[in-house]
C-alpha cells in the first residue's frame, strides 16, 4: 500500500523536493508533504521523531548522528548568492569580495559609495545611500553556509561572529524568516542587500552580485560554478560529503556553493515510514537527475550517489533487522 509521509526542513532545498514528490506521487501513490521551516527546525523534528524525514543544508558532525541514531547524506548541490537592490545598477553588474562583504554585513561599511566599495567597482558610480542590510531570523542552513564562508575569508568575521543558524546582528539590520521572506524585503527595500538560495534568484528574479573566488577570479552563481567548486572539493575526488563546500579552489568555482541534507531514522520505530522515505529518496537519484537542474540545482557525482545507496541499506528496525525497501 502507498504510505504517505512527511519532510520539514531546508527552505533552500523545498523547490526540489517538491518536484520530485510531484513525480513520486503520481508514478507510485504517495504523498510526500514537505514543509519547508528551515534547517534548525528540520533537524530538531527529525531528532523528536515529529517527522519521517528532516532536512538541511548543514551536515551534522557524525558524532551527533550517533547520539541520535541518524543516518544523513546529500540530495543536490546549490549555492548562496548575494543579492542587491539597487536602482540603476543591473545584475552582476555589482562585484564584492569576501572582505567587503563581511565589513558590509557586521556593519563596518554602511554608505552604498564607500571608498571601499568603489574601488572594487571602478565601473559603477554607487549611490550616496546607507547600505540596508537585510538577514536571516529564523534558524537557517543559508545563514549557516554564508558564515562559514566568512569566517574562512576573514579573520575578523571568525573572531566577532563566526558561524553558526542563528547569528546576532546588528541591531539595525532588518531580520525576517525564511527565504520567501528575503526575497519579499529585498524587492520591496531600495539600496538593500542580503543573501538567500540560488533558486530564489532565478525564481524570483533577483539581482544578484559576482563574487572573487579563492583563486581571485570574479564568477557568477549558477550551476556552473557550483558543480566547478564540487569538481575541486574532496566529494568528487574521494566519493565523501565531510567538508563544506565554501572557499574551493578553481578560476570557476562560486565560493558559496552548498550540499543540501537528507536525515532518517538509521534504526526506525515506523518503519513503513521510513521504508517510503527510502523509496522516495532512492526514486529521486534513479529517476530524477532532470527535475535537479530544472529546480537550478546539480547533480550529485555518480560515486556520491554509490556511496548514499550503501547506506540507505544500512537501516534497520528496532529489533535489528535490515529494513527492505526496494520494490
Sequence with gaps: MAQDIQGAGSSAAAPLYQLWADAFGKAKGSKIAYQASGSSSGIRQIKEAKTDFGASDVALPASELKRHALLQFPSAISGVAVVYHLPGIKSQELRLTGDLLAQIFSGKITQWNDARLQSAN?????????????????????????SDYLSKVSTGWKAETGRDFVLRWQP?????KGSSGVAAALRKTPFSISYIDYNYVLQEKLDAAQLQNQDGKFVSPGGESFAAALNNSRWKAEGGFDETLT???GAKSWPITMGTFVILPQVTASPA??????????????????????????????????RIFRELNSVT??????LSFYQ
Design 273 to 306: 515510514q521510513t521504508r517510503t522515505a527510502l523509496q522516495f529518496f532512492t526514486w529521486a537519484f534513479m529517476n530524477g537527475d532532470r527535475l535537479v537542474g530544472a529546480a537550478d540545482f546539480v547533480r550529485l557525482p555518480d560515486a556520491i550517489q554509490a
Design 247 to 249: 572557499n574551493q579552489p
Design 317 to 322: 528496525t528496532r529489533d535489528g533487522k535490515p
Design 172 to 176: 539595525h539590520f532588518r531580520a525576517t
Design 122 to 146: 571602478p565601473q559603477l558610480r554607487l549611490p550616496a545611500k546607507a547600505i540596508e542590510v537585510l538577514v536571516r531570523e529564523d534558524g537557517s542552513g543559508t545563514t549557516w553556509n554564508f
